[in-house]
């Protein structure tokens, strides 16, 4: 407390603090006539204090809580005293209505309890006599934040609050991953688009702006430092698996040495291939790679990427289903078109192939429909569709009627309705 406040309070109550105003002011104290006011000093000590802690405490300490409002989801029991046909329970709509018997749409989102027991008393003014009000919160919507990326622990948390800010949603997922954070690029998305991206390090550095609030369902993502850009090595390789690169490119020898080498006297790095996020299959030799190969970009793998290792010992097949006339595994010693991969089974059943939802699965998981039906009747050449070794071809089935099924249903129906009746 600074002292031209306490000389302030000394000021303004001069009779009851006269004894201890003048130890603190350096002035006489009044002599008192008789023993009645040393008697009274120790409550004017205590008085003295009191008041003190009164007007120097902080207002905010002072400040009631704010009351809480109503929001979209939260539940509400209305009852009328007397009226128990009046008695609803109510949800607030997503609109932030409610509805109420006589009365009809009421604003329930924004309002305080007080406010809505005032808008239900006067819509009912008009049918009741002097009617008594009550509403109680019973449930309120669980009100939450998204937060991921390079946090700590990324989740989604709850808060009870009326107002969450962007620097305590992040203390509720332990903090960023300095190690891997972009804090100069902290996003904030709201109804699923980017509603405002926030340079954290000036936040906490400088101070020089408002924490950011959030709303309920809001998403905070930190950005990592380190784009996540990853390729797949398949095939005679000690460890299939997709990993992840730091740089925009590496050379195929870097890419198998991610998957832990090739498997000796297995891998054949003589037709070693990369398959290219767009499809394309570009065949190099591991086995003789020169340092200006693998710098080439013939040689280089990007993000979706695929490095293909095959094996010496086994054939590379292709696999051919469904309704063709020999449905079967078929050896390729190079990449097939689709004409050639149903040749090879015989081409398809003409009762029963359905050609307008051919079916190419990858060996990687992919697949894609091909309308073959079109492609022979607009005269467009299928031959620019590739089968590759792994890849399985299936033509389905056309939805066939049964008729002699049909004919034992109908038989069996009437047999059993001559016997009934």
Not at 96 to 116: H, M, N
Not at 308 to 325: L, Q, R, T
């Amino acid at each position: 407390m600074r002292p031209t406040h306490l000389l302030k309070i000394l000021h303004d109550y001069p009779l009851i603090f006269a004894p201890t105003s003048s130890l603190l002011t350096g002035m006489t104290p009044i002599k008192a006539g008789n023993g009645f006011s040393r008697t009274l000093r120790p409550f004017r000590l205590l008085l003295c204090l009191f008041i003190i802690v009164l007007r120097t405490a902080p207002a905010n300490s002072l400040t009631p809580p704010k009351p809480y409002a109503l929001q979209i989801g939260d539940h509400i029991d209305v009852t009328v005293e007397g009226y128990p046909e009046y008695s609803k329970q109510i949800v607030v709509r997503l609109d932030g209505f409610i509805s109420y018997p006589l009365i009809g749409e009421i604003k329930a989102e924004g309002l305080i309890v007080p406010q809505i027991e005032g808008e239900i008393r006067k819509g009912l003014a008009d049918r009741l006599d002097n009617p008594r009000v009550f509403v109680t919160l019973t449930q309120s919507r669980q009100r939450s934040i998204y937060v991921w990326g390079a946090v700590k622990q990324a989740n989604r948390y709850f808060f009870e609050s009326e107002q969450i800010y962007l620097l305590q949603g992040l203390a509720m997922a332990g903090g960023p991953d300095y190690e891997r954070a972009k804090l100069t690029e902290v996003q904030i998305w709201r109804d699923g688009k980017t509603y405002q991206i926030i340079d954290l390090t000036r936040l906490i550095r400088d101070g020089d702006q408002s924490d950011m609030p959030l709303q309920s369902d809001d998403v905070v993502y930190v950005p990592t430092l380190l784009q996540q850009r990853p390729i797949m090595v398949t095939g005679a390789v000690l460890q299939q698996g997709v990993y992840e690169i730091e740089s925009p490119k590496i050379d195929a020898l870097q890419a198998l040495m991610m998957a832990g080498g090739s498997i000796q006297d297995i891998a054949d790095l003589t037709r070693a291939q990369i398959i290219r996020s767009t499809g394309e299959r570009v065949s190099i030799n591991l086995n003789d790679a020169s340092a200006e190969l693998l710098t080439a970009d013939i040689a280089t793998l990007g993000p979706g990427d695929i490095l293909h290792i095959p094996n010496a010992y086994e054939e590379e097949k292709v696999s051919i289903i469904g309704a063709v006339i020999r449905p079967g595994q078929y050896p390729i010693k190079k990449p097939i078109d689709l004409i050639e991969a149903l040749a090879l089974a015989g081409g398809w059943d003409q009762e029963i192939a359905n050609l307008k939802e051919v079916l190419i699965i990858r060996f990687d998981g992919t697949k894609t429909t091909v309308n073959l039906l079109e492609l022979l009747e607009t005269e467009l050449s299928p031959l620019g569709i590739l089968l590759y070794p792994g890849d399985r071809l299936q033509v389905p089935e056309r939805f066939k009627i049964n008729w002699q099924a049909v004919l034992a249903v109908i038989s069996a129906g009437t047999l059993i309705y001559r016997i009934i009746w």
